[in-house]
């Protein structure tokens, strides 16, 4: 059974699917192949108006939405309710401003007259996690479609009733089928649909093991590759800061999701003079979180996604506490506690402990004391992430000068890392490379071209009558 869900609540299986025969497969490719000749055709006021049917659908139905993600990945539903909603306004943001993203730009040259445009390129790939499973795949595919490409899904193997409905939300909002198809298909499958001729580009969002693999093969097939990778974002905190507004920040960006958050804050790098009082602080606002079932409005911590995640992050906050972290809150988890990992602080976080090394996907906070700014920018950029990062200080031309030194993609200053589809999203290192989100990332799916037209001064009938041969053309 290649997709399974098992709800990290309850426990129980709520979907299953077999994977794809590889006749299947070549069906689907073939039909993305057959809808991108049409779609790339289409008129920006046609994606437009798709696309704004997605986000009113996903408006309108948000409770179902949110109900789905709850019950196959198990986070609150209350941050289901956010995620749809989020995915409604950045498909609004494409739709809105896609066309003036990707309009002729006419360059200033002696005579002739040179253009860039911006040309859809085919069926992009979209390889998707679980942790947010309609917002990863909706601000790739609302960006994709709305330059004219296609998209086939691949995503994680336990949100496959997601994946079902965001295909069928597609059909409903008046896709023709074959612009956005849900690929049922394992890991093991990816490289041979990147090879394939109907993909012309792949977007993944997931962890680094799989963004090598996604990338050597984008890379064997020279295609266009777009990875979205883990992250260890520092979260630091100076000797001047606000530390109620630090604290009450940090429970939000490490705890949201239950910690499965790529941009979650995970090494907290707080100045040695303030230390014990920003963890106690931590401390009393961690201890007030509930963990316990997701529906329920009283719970503020969701479970993990799957219990093998439980026991890996356990295995990462034993092997800390062994080599002499300390136990601030938490931390004490068993087999039998199924996806119930309690919210977690361990002080004294040093280079020998994985934690401070690898991504902590969980509710686990890392603490690692410095001395000055300048040793807290040098262990943030020690790390070999580089997605996003935050300070804190009342001092706001130091904490810009510090948020410009890290060594990520996004960094900010007294409020936590989040997206926003007006700004690009993405990292450095190996948290990947690319962008989404913003006028860079839906020009990553497209095919930038120079233009170059030498000769006779065009009336405006015949450039009237050539626009009509163009679009003939596209429509072929
Ligand atoms: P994952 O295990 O890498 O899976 C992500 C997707 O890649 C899934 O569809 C998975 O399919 C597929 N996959 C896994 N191994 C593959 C391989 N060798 N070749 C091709 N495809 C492969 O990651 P996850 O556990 O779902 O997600 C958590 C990770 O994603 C974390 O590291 C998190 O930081 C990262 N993430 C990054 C961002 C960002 O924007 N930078 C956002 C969210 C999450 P199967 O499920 O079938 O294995």
Redesign the pocket.
Same mark, same amino acid.
């Not at 390889?127 to 947010?132: G, L």
């Given at each position: 059974m290649a997709y399974l869900s098992i709800n990290p609540h309850t426990c129980e299986q709520v979907f299953s699917a077999d994977d794809l025969t590889q006749s299947e497969i070549a069906e689907k490719l073939k039909l993305s192949k057959e809808s991108f000749s049409a779609w790339k055709g289409s008129s920006f006021e046609q994606r437009r108006e798709l696309i704004s049917n997605v986000a009113t659908l996903l408006e309108e139905n948000v409770e179902t939405y949110a109900g789905i993600i709850t019950k196959e990945m198990g986070k609150l539903k209350s941050e289901a309710v956010a995620e749809v909603l989020k995915s409604a306004s950045g498909c609004r943001y494409y739709a809105d401003n896609a066309e003036s993203f990707l309009s002729d730009q006419l360059i200033e040259s002696d005579g002739d007259k040179v253009l860039i445009t911006c040309q859809p390129l085919g069926s992009v790939l979209a390889?998707?996690?679980?942790?947010?499973p309609f917002w990863?795949v909706l601000r790739c595919a609302s960006a994709a479609i709305m330059a004219g490409n296609c998209v086939l899904l691949?995503? +994680?193997?336990?949100v496959g009733m997601c994946a079902e409905a965001l295909e069928q939300l597609f059909l409903d909002a008046g896709a023709k089928s074959g612009i956005f198809i849900n690929l049922l298909i394992?890991?093991s499958q990816? +490289?041979a649909v990147i090879s394939d001729s109907t993909v012309c580009a792949v977007a993944?969002?997931?962890?680094e +093991? +799989?963004g090598r693999?996604?990338a050597s093969a984008a890379g064997q097939a020279i295609k266009r590759s777009v990875l979205?990778? =883990?992250?260890s974002d520092p979260f630091i905190v100076l000797a001047d800061a606000d530390l109620e507004l630090a604290v009450n920040n940090a429970v939000v960006s490490r705890f949201m999701n239950a910690g499965q958050?790529?941009i979650a804050a995970k090494r907290f790098l707080i100045d040695d003079s303030v230390a014990d009082r920003f963890i106690q602080l931590f401390k009393e606002k961690v201890e007030e979180l509930v963990v316990g079932d997701p529906l329920d409005g009283e719970t503020t911590l969701a479970p993990m996604a799957r219990k093998d995640l439980c026991m890996e992050l356990h295995e990462q906050v034993s092997q800390a506490l062994e080599n002499g972290a300390e136990l601030v809150t938490g931390c004490d988890y068993s087999a039998e506690n199924g996806c119930l990992y309690p919210a977690s602080i361990l002080d004294r976080v040093t280079p020998e402990m994985r934690v401070y090394n690898e991504?902590v #996907?969980g509710p686990v906070a890392s603490i690692i004391r410095v001395k000055s700014a300048e040793e807290a920018v040098a262990v943030a950029n020690s790390s070999r992430f580089g997605?996003g990062g935050s300070v804190w200080t009342k001092d706001v031309s130091k904490g810009e000068n510090i948020a410009r030194a890290l060594e990520c993609g996004s960094a900010f200053v007294n409020s936590m890392v989040k997206s926003d589809p007006k700004t690009p #999203?993405g =990292?450095v290192k190996e948290?990947?490379y690319g962008r989404e989100l913003s006028s860079y990332g839906i020009k990553e799916f497209v095919n930038i071209k120079t233009l170059s037209i030498k000769g006779g001064a065009s009336t405006s009938a015949s450039s009237e009558k050539s626009g009509e041969l163009y679009r003939a053309i596209r429509q072929r």
């Open positions: 390889v998707m996690p679980w942790n947010f990863q691949k995503h +994680a193997s336990n394992p890991s990816v +490289a993944l969002t997931g962890s +093991a +799989a693999s996604v979205e990778l =883990g992250g958050s790529c991504e #996907f997605l #999203f =990292g948290s990947g």
